[in-house]
C-alpha cells in the first residue's frame, strides 16, 4: 500500500471541498494540501436539471475538472476513501494510506428518499437525482424517448426538472403535498407566482397528495398510486424528494452529529475534534435568528464554509461578526426568476417572531417600455421593534439572482430598513429599475410607514 502525506487533507471534491482546499492552500502557502474526490470530474449540482433539455442537453457540458488545482500547487487525489483513524490521523483508500495533520469533510450530501418508496428504485424508469456523472448520463439517455412522467417534489430540483423535462408531446405531471410548489422557500403570494408560470408552461399538478406507492410490470415502472386514490401512468418517476448529509464516513470517530445526521460544527466549521472540520451538506447547520438545527443545502452555502473553513484552519485568522447559516435560493420558472432570502413570514411565525412586511411591484427597467421590461415584485421582511431586516423574496427577470444577494448582504450586516432606505445605487435604463422607485428602498420604505402608524 502506498503512504502519502499531506498537511492539510479535505475529502470530498464538491463546492464546500474545492473552495476549501484552494482558500487553504492560499491561505498557508507553505502547507501541503490535498484535496481527495471520488471522480476527476464534477457536476454542477443546479445545473443538472439543464442537461436535460436544449438548455444544456448533455451531461458534457455540466463538467468541471479538477486540473486546476495544480496551477496553486495543491494536490488532487482521485478514489473513494473507505476508512478514516483520528488517533493515527490516517485515511485509507483502497491502494493508498494517506497520513495527515487537519482533516476537512466535505463529503456533501446524498439522495433522500422515503423508506415506503426505496423498494420501488429497482424498477427501470424510477430515478432520484444524484450528483453522480455516470446515473445522470444513464437517466439522461432513458428519459430521452418517454412520454409520461410523473415527478415526486415540489422543491427547486423537482420544479426545474419538470420544466425541462416538459417539451415536445412528453406529458410531466408534479405530486406535491402542499397546495403551491415552491412553498418551503417562498411565501403564499410569492409562491403562487411560480405555479401559475408552471401551470402556464403545460405542467401539470396534483395538489395536497401524496404517493403511496409506484407499481411495474415486469421490472419497468408501470404507474403511480396516490394516497387519494389517483392512479397516474408513467413511464418516468423522478423522486426529487431531497437529500440527506453523507456523513457516514465520520461515524465511529467520536464526532457528534445533529437531528438531520449533519456533523456538528461551531462557527468557524470546527468539530468537537481540534484537528477536524466539517463543511458543507455533511456539515450541520443552525438558523441565523433562533440557532436551532435546520436543513439547508446549497452549493453557495458550501462555498461560504470552505472559505471560512480554509482561512481558519490553523487559528483564527477572521473573525466572523455573524453566525448561522441564511438560506438563499434562485430559480427560473419559465421565463421569470424567483429568489427568496432569510427568513419567510411564515417560518418567522413559527419561530414567535413579531415581523413586519411589505410588497413592492414595479418594473425592472426604466421606463417600463424598454424593449426587455419585466414586472418586478419584491418583499422584505423585518423586525417589528427594530425594523432589523431578516428576509426578502424578489420575482423577476434574471437581475434577480443578484439582487437577492444584495438582501443576504443586508441580513449578514444585520441591516434595517432604514439603512436600505438611504443605501445609494447604481441605476440605468437598460439595467435597472428607476432610481425613484429601486425596489428594495421603495419596499423598506413602506416597512417605515406601517412602524410609524
Given at each position: 500500500?502506498?503512504?502519502?502525506?499531506?498537511?492539510?487533507?479535505?475529502?470530498?471534491?464538491?463546492?464546500?471541498?474545492?473552495?476549501?482546499?484552494?482558500?487553504?492552500?492560499?491561505?498557508?502557502?507553505?502547507?501541503?494540501?490535498?484535496?481527495?474526490?471520488?471522480?476527476?470530474?464534477?457536476?454542477?449540482?443546479?445545473?443538472?436539471?439543464?442537461?436535460?433539455?436544449?438548455?444544456?442537453?448533455?451531461?458534457?457540458?455540466?463538467?468541471?475538472?479538477?486540473?486546476?488545482?495544480?496551477?496553486?500547487?495543491?494536490?488532487?487525489?482521485?478514489?473513494?476513501?473507505?476508512?478514516?483513524?483520528?488517533?493515527?490521523?490516517?485515511?485509507?483508500?483502497?491502494?493508498?494510506?494517506?497520513?495527515?495533520?487537519?482533516?476537512?469533510?466535505?463529503?456533501?450530501?446524498?439522495?433522500?428518499?422515503?423508506?415506503?418508496?426505496?423498494?420501488?428504485?429497482?424498477?427501470?424508469?424510477?430515478?432520484?437525482?444524484?450528483?453522480?456523472?455516470?446515473?445522470?448520463?444513464?437517466?439522461?439517455?432513458?428519459?430521452?424517448?418517454?412520454?409520461?412522467?410523473?415527478?415526486?417534489?415540489?422543491?427547486?430540483?423537482?420544479?426545474?426538472?419538470?420544466?425541462?423535462?416538459?417539451?415536445?408531446?412528453?406529458?410531466?405531471?408534479?405530486?406535491?403535498?402542499?397546495?403551491?410548489?415552491?412553498?418551503?422557500?417562498?411565501?403564499?403570494?410569492?409562491?403562487?407566482?411560480?405555479?401559475?408560470?408552471?401551470?402556464?408552461?403545460?405542467?401539470?399538478?396534483?395538489?395536497?397528495?401524496?404517493?403511496?406507492?409506484?407499481?411495474?410490470?415486469?421490472?419497468?415502472?408501470?404507474?403511480?398510486?396516490?394516497?387519494?386514490?389517483?392512479?397516474?401512468?408513467?413511464?418516468?418517476?423522478?423522486?426529487?424528494?431531497?437529500?440527506?448529509?453523507?456523513?457516514?464516513?465520520?461515524?465511529?470517530?467520536?464526532?457528534?452529529?445533529?437531528?438531520?445526521?449533519?456533523?456538528?460544527?461551531?462557527?468557524?466549521?470546527?468539530?468537537?475534534?481540534?484537528?477536524?472540520?466539517?463543511?458543507?451538506?455533511?456539515?450541520?447547520?443552525?438558523?441565523?435568528?433562533?440557532?436551532?438545527?435546520?436543513?439547508?443545502?446549497?452549493?453557495?452555502?458550501?462555498?461560504?464554509?470552505?472559505?471560512?473553513?480554509?482561512?481558519?484552519?490553523?487559528?483564527?485568522?477572521?473573525?466572523?461578526?455573524?453566525?448561522?447559516?441564511?438560506?438563499?435560493?434562485?430559480?427560473?420558472?419559465?421565463?421569470?426568476?424567483?429568489?427568496?432570502?432569510?427568513?419567510?413570514?411564515?417560518?418567522?411565525?413559527?419561530?414567535?417572531?413579531?415581523?413586519?412586511?411589505?410588497?413592492?411591484?414595479?418594473?425592472?427597467?426604466?421606463?417600463?417600455?424598454?424593449?426587455?421590461?419585466?414586472?418586478?415584485?419584491?418583499?422584505?421582511?423585518?423586525?417589528?421593534?427594530?425594523?432589523?431586516?431578516?428576509?426578502?423574496?424578489?420575482?423577476?427577470?434574471?437581475?434577480?439572482?443578484?439582487?437577492?444577494?444584495?438582501v443576504g448582504m443586508m441580513i449578514e450586516n444585520s441591516m434595517s430598513i432604514y439603512?436600505?432606505?438611504?443605501?445609494?445605487?447604481?441605476?440605468q435604463p437598460h439595467l435597472t429599475s428607476a432610481p425613484p422607485a429601486y425596489p428594495?428602498?421603495m419596499c423598506a420604505t413602506m416597512i417605515a410607514s406601517k412602524l410609524r402608524s
Amino acid at each position: 500500500m502506498k503512504k502519502l502525506y499531506s498537511d492539510i487533507v479535505v475529502i470530498g471534491g464538491g463546492p464546500g471541498g474545492a473552495i476549501c482546499s484552494v482558500t487553504a492552500k492560499m491561505t498557508y502557502p507553505h502547507k501541503e494540501v490535498m484535496n481527495i474526490r471520488e471522480f476527476e470530474h464534477q457536476m454542477v449540482p443546479c445545473a443538472i436539471p439543464y442537461i436535460f433539455s436544449d438548455v444544456l442537453g448533455s451531461v458534457e457540458k455540466n463538467l468541471i475538472s479538477c486540473g486546476m488545482a495544480d496551477k496553486i500547487g495543491m494536490k488532487t487525489l482521485v478514489g473513494r476513501v473507505e476508512s478514516v483513524d483520528l488517533e493515527k490521523k490516517c485515511i485509507y483508500l483502497a491502494d493508498k494510506e494517506v497520513s495527515f495533520d487537519k482533516l476537512v469533510f466535505a463529503t456533501g450530501s446524498t439522495t433522500f428518499v422515503h423508506s415506503s418508496l426505496k423498494p420501488s428504485l429497482k424498477y427501470d424508469g424510477v430515478f432520484t437525482v444524484p450528483k453522480n456523472v455516470e446515473y445522470i448520463r444513464g437517466m439522461s439517455e432513458y428519459i430521452k424517448d418517454k412520454k409520461k412522467v410523473v415527478v415526486v417534489g415540489t422543491g427547486f430540483i423537482g420544479i426545474e426538472m419538470a420544466m425541462e423535462l416538459n417539451s415536445g408531446d412528453r406529458e410531466v405531471t408534479v405530486v406535491g403535498s402542499r397546495e403551491y410548489i415552491l412553498s418551503n422557500s417562498f411565501d403564499e403570494e410569492i409562491a403562487q407566482e411560480a405555479h401559475k408560470e408552471m401551470l402556464a408552461s403545460g405542467v401539470k399538478y396534483i395538489a395536497n397528495d401524496r404517493v403511496v406507492g409506484i407499481k411495474d410490470n415486469n421490472g419497468v415502472v408501470d404507474r403511480v398510486e396516490l394516497k387519494s386514490g389517483i392512479e397516474l401512468e408513467a413511464e418516468v418517476v423522478i423522486l426529487a424528494t431531497g437529500y440527506k448529509a453523507n456523513s457516514q464516513l465520520a461515524e465511529g470517530l467520536g464526532l457528534e452529529f445533529g437531528h438531520y445526521g449533519g456533523i456538528v460544527v461551531d462557527e468557524y466549521m470546527r468539530t468537537s475534534n481540534p484537528d477536524v472540520l466539517a463543511v458543507g451538506d455533511c456539515a450541520m447547520k443552525r438558523g441565523f435568528i433562533l440557532k436551532s438545527e435546520i436543513k439547508t443545502m446549497l452549493a453557495s452555502t458550501a462555498s461560504s464554509e470552505g472559505r471560512i473553513a480554509g482561512m481558519n484552519i490553523y487559528g483564527i485568522q477572521n473573525l466572523r461578526n455573524f453566525s448561522g447559516t441564511i438560506a438563499i435560493f434562485s430559480t427560473m420558472v419559465g421565463d421569470v426568476a424567483f429568489s427568496s432570502a432569510g427568513v419567510t413570514e411564515a417560518m418567522a411565525k413559527i419561530e414567535n417572531g413579531a415581523t413586519v412586511s411589505a410588497i413592492f411591484e414595479g418594473s425592472n427597467r426604466h421606463p417600463s417600455s424598454m424593449p426587455d421590461a419585466q414586472r418586478q415584485v419584491i418583499k422584505l421582511i423585518a423586525t417589528q421593534n427594530t425594523g432589523q431586516i431578516i428576509g426578502g423574496q424578489i420575482i423577476g427577470g434574471k437581475e434577480t439572482g443578484e439582487m437577492i444577494n444584495m438582501v443576504g448582504m443586508m441580513i449578514e450586516n444585520s441591516m434595517s430598513i432604514y439603512d436600505a432606505m438611504t443605501m445609494q445605487v447604481s441605476t440605468q435604463p437598460h439595467l435597472t429599475s428607476a432610481p425613484p422607485a429601486y425596489p428594495i428602498v421603495m419596499c423598506a420604505t413602506m416597512i417605515a410607514s406601517k412602524l410609524r402608524s
